[in-house]
């Protein structure tokens, strides 16, 4: 497993739970090598992984957790 990848990595807050997301909410659930900010009226998450705290991995999943739906966006 590789443990640290330099690559940006996108994912954009599709829902929480049907209401519109909150920035702090998301931000609350996220590591520290990954950041939320709001890009053309959505929330985008980004940021590098970082010793197995990943966007596929950990982020993803863990805002699921909470019913907050973010997909990855690949470049």
Known sequence: MKTHDTI???AVVKS???KTPEIEKIAAYLP???RVEEIDGE???S????HGWTLDGYVIPR???GLIV???VKS
């Not at 940021?47 to 970082?50: C, E, L, P, V």
Request: proline share 0%; glycine share 10%; net charge negative.
């Open 43 to 45: 929330l985008v998450i």
């Open 70 to 72: 973010a997909v990855e």
């Open 16 to 18: 929480d739970r049907g």
């Open 63 to 65: 805002l699921a957790s």
């Open 47 to 50: 940021g590098t992984d970082d």
């Open 8 to 10: 940006e990595r996108k």
């Open 32 to 34: 520290t090598n990954y």
